[in-house]
């Protein structure tokens, strides 16, 4: 495999779980929804998918456990913020401190006796890259298809997930709901259950984010196996313009500057890791403030103009 | 069918009651409105006409009493509930979003598109349709790119597009130049010649008298009269409304003007996309004159009030203050050279709502004594300062210490200019002084302001209501893009005139056309 090639596979393999949460927090953030649960729910969502491939050797049980745990911080965000009126800001924050916190204690607790309890340092079932034979030899396209199956999730998930925004009405009507709550609820929109829906959709996504790396990309549960990814995501939406054909450049900056410096750490260079490791972040933070610096200058486009404001239907 | 439906009222609201905090919104009122009429809800502001009309369209929910539509009871949840019934509501802020096309917001919230929706069918069915009512608006173009008034043909074609039988019109003709009324009044006749019917929520006279059959007046939650409109006149309207005999017209002293105090001389300014807001204008106005701004929104008034007050940059051109420059000088130093400013946003740039009355009305004379001392603030003597402002503007609060954001529109307004005119040296600013302000409380505002010129004072005043200006200012001035088109004294001026210069038609031209 060229080198080209492989940085390409590395790239997508370090951006799918990015991919997952991106869109899901997209479509919550269209929605008026501010989650700054992410980090909390990936954490929790790769320690519970982890744990139950681990014990039932089901992979699928697996995803369906991650997708019901992430729905369900989700639906705790929604319901302080939608119902409650609460600020998102707070209660995302504490999602995501009682995820990583939980997700830690269950990292420590949930694991076999022999194990002294921890579920670290445990092989479990995982998502291989799937063979395609010759095809894996072509370059480029051979690292598009020598993939895992979360990998081949996102191929379908961009497209469907942009799809599903601009061109059909009840992406209309999210779009409507971001920018106007009142104006959609004038036109007879059900604001809340919507508000509800794309929250929890985008919890599940994004423990599927999580799921990934526990389940695939490093298999295996360790303390902070995100790395930061959920803060990365909050900013990886803005970059993409809250649209979710671009989730994928942003993942693949981010996922990209993680494969060329594994590359370098590999081939021994001077370059001292820790900042290698920090490459990835720093150039999220550049990225970022080169977008919000061009976001000021073009008025017309920018956030969902709701964006964490809870809406109150009779407020006068 | 068509028989029985003459006997019943195709809407029908029985004791309908509303209360918000602190307030009666809706007390006990009946309503009900024919196939094929126009009925008019006048009333002050705060008389209850919106939450009424909100209650038919599903926005709130009454508290009791009921709905009945062509004769049966209904329970309207949500606006949903209102459009399956047929009803549709042009809200007084535009339910328009934005950053979306006409396209998008015409079929915004039907649940009868189908999931995949063709947009080149909507499309043409919403050009069919301007072209039906006249009034064509580019489907494709985006909310923000329209006038107000091609934003209100969205609206209409929004709920025509629907199907609405019932149209609920709220202050429709607000933010529209006379001539695009007219065009209202145009399509609301062709709608009703169809056999729709329209409720239209207004607060001027003349109105009701041009675009009903029929009219509620409503005041604090109740109707206080229903008549049909052959049967009465703006004047006995008025009186209903408010409840006593309305002077129209202003008292005001012989027109006597001194010095000039405020100069323009070619002013170009940016608004805040960087797009020329102020173009080459010039203007200058006299001590003990009042000169009246005419225009619709956006073309310039705001920006023209904010160089005067050192808020935004002047890009070329001069400003002169009593004979000495002040173009481009901070706020704070405008402020010293005696010029108040009443400003358009109330909340936002006039008054800090979760501050006491007393500290609003403080708000510009904290830097010197009696009110501060050194550094520090000195609270009685604030308190007492208020006090003797709020009995000699009248006020209306609980006490000087209640926060601003708790008063009525026109009580907030009233501590603003209380606040203004204390400190006004020699010129006050005044834009869109009584908008939004009821009866009483629009009276005091523009006696206020002819006191004020009457005691020597030059007053700005930036208005979009043509018969505010013709009846308080001396001059009136059209701005039209950021120009100056027209400057004329108000004595005999003809607001059909005026109306086209605001919509940037010469009207000398129009003439030599006809």
């Given at each position: 495999m060229g080198l080209i090639t492989s940085l390409i596979a590395i790239t997508l393999r370090a951006g799918t779980s990015l991919v997952y949460a991106t869109i899901g927090e997209t479509y919550a953030e269209r929605a008026g929804i501010l989650n700054l649960g992410l980090e909390g729910i990936m954490l929790m969502g790769a320690v519970s998918s982890f744990a139950t491939a681990y014990y039932t050797g089901s992979l699928g049980l697996a995803i369906v456990v991650a997708l019901g745990v992430g729905g369900l911080m989700a639906l705790i965000h929604a319901f302080l913020s939608i119902t409650m009126k609460a600020n998102q800001v707070v209660s995302g924050l504490s999602i995501t401190l009682f995820g990583t916190g939980f997700a830690s204690f269950l990292g420590q607790r949930l694991g076999p006796e022999s194990n002294g309890r921890y579920l670290i340092g445990l092989t479990g079932p995982r998502f291989a890259p799937i063979d395609v034979g010759a095809l894996?030899?072509?370059?480029i396209l051979g690292a598009i298809l020598g993939q895992d199956l979360f990998t081949y999730g996102i191929y379908l998930l961009i497209p469907l997930a942009w799809f599903y925004l601009y061109r059909t009405k009840n992406g209309l009507w999210l779009r409507a709901i971001g920018e106007n709550p009142r104006t959609a609820d004038a036109m007879g929109v059900a604001v809340d259950r919507a508000k509800y829906g794309y929250t929890v959709f985008g919890g599940m996504l994004t423990a599927l984010g999580g799921a990934h790396l526990a389940l695939a990309y490093t298999p295996g549960w360790s303390e902070n196996i995100t790395g930061g990814r959920g803060w990365i995501v909050i900013a990886l939406v803005i970059f993409s313009m809250w649209n979710p054909g671009r989730a994928i450049t942003g993942a693949l900056i981010f996922g990209g500057i993680n494969a060329v410096q594994f590359r370098l750490q590999a081939s021994g260079t001077n370059v001292p890791a820790a900042f290698l490791n920090m490459l990835p972040y720093l150039a999220t933070i550049v990225v970022l403030v080169a977008i919000t610096w061009w976001e000021a200058l073009s008025?017309?486009?920018?956030?969902?103009?709701?964006?964490?404001q809870p809406y109150v239907r009779e407020d006068k | 069918m068509e028989d029985t439906a003459n006997e019943v009222p195709l809407v029908e609201m029985r004791g309908i009651c509303k209360s918000f905090p602190g307030v009666r919104a809706s007390d006990e009122v009946d309503l009900r409105l024919e196939r094929g009429e126009v009925l008019a809800l006048l009333?002050?502001?705060?008389?209850?006409k919106s939450t009424l009309m909100n209650i038919l369209s599903g926005l709130y929910r009454q508290d009791s009493g009921d709905v009945f539509i062509r004769g049966e009871k209904v329970d309207i949840r949500s606006p949903r509930d209102a459009a399956d019934l047929g009803i549709g509501m042009v809200h007084q802020n535009f339910m328009?979003?934005?950053?979306?096309t006409v396209a998008e917001n015409v079929v915004l919230?039907?649940?009868?598109?189908?999931?995949?929706?063709?947009m080149a069918v909507v499309k043409r069915s919403i050009l069919e349709l301007g072209e039906r009512y006249n009034m064509t608006v580019d489907p494709d173009a985006y909310i923000w790119q329209l006038s107000v008034g091609e934003q209100q043909r969205v609206e209409i074609l929004k709920q025509l597009y629907r199907n609405a039988e019932i149209l609920v019109l709220d202050e429709p003709t607000a933010v529209l130049t006379p001539q695009e009324s007219h065009e209202l009044n145009d399509v609301v006749k062709r709608m009703q010649a169809e056999g729709k019917s329209a409720v239209f929520i207004t607060h001027k006279m003349d109105e009701v008298m041009a675009f009903a059959d029929r009219v509620m007046v409503l005041r604090k939650g109740r109707v206080v009269a229903e008549k049909t409109?052959?049967?009465?006149?703006p004047k006995d309207l008025a009186r209903v409304m408010v409840g006593r005999e309305v002077l129209f017209h202003i008292e005001k002293g012989p027109f006597e003007p001194g010095a000039v105090v405020l100069e323009l001389k070619d002013v170009c300014a940016d608004d805040e996309r960087g797009l020329p807001a102020l173009r080459e204008l010039s203007l200058s106005l006299r001590a003990g004159e009042i000169l009246g701004i005419a225009g619709v929104a956006g073309n310039g008034q705001r920006e023209l009030s904010e160089v005067i007050t050192g808020l935004r940059p002047v890009k070329s051109g001069g400003i002169s203050i009593n004979c000495v420059d002040s173009t481009n000088k901070t706020p704070l130093q405008i402020i010293r050279s005696g010029v108040s400013h009443i400003p358009s946003d109330r909340m936002a740039v006039g008054a800090v709502g979760d501050m006491s009355v007393a500290n609003n009305l403080a708000m510009k004379d904290y830097r010197a004594a009696p009110i501060s001392k050194g550094i520090m603030l000195l609270p009685r003597r604030i308190l007492e300062f208020a006090r003797k402002m709020i009995s000699a503007f009248n006020i209306a609060t609980p006490s000087p210490e209640t926060r601003v954001k708790f008063l009525s529109g026109g009580n907030i307004q009233k501590t603003i200019l209380a606040r203004e005119i204390e400190s006004c040296g020699s010129l006050l600013i005044a834009v869109y002084p009584s908008r939004g302000l009821d009866i009483g409380a629009t009276e005091s505002v523009r006696n206020e302001l002819v006191a004020q010129r009457d005691a020597g004072k030059a007053v700005l005043l930036v208005s979009e209501d043509i018969d505010e200006i013709l009846s308080v200012a001396d001059t009136v001035a059209v701005m039209y893009d950021g120009r100056a088109v027209g400057v004329m004294p108000t004595a005999g001026a003809d607001p059909e005139e005026i109306g086209l210069l605001m919509a940037g038609i010469d009207p000398s031209e129009k003439e030599t056309r006809l």
């Open positions: 894996g030899k072509v370059p008025k017309r486009v920018g956030s969902p103009a709701s964006l964490g | 009333g002050e502001n705060g008389a209850g328009l979003i934005d950053t979306m919230g039907m649940p009868s598109l189908p999931f995949v929706p063709d409109t052959r049967d009465t006149d």
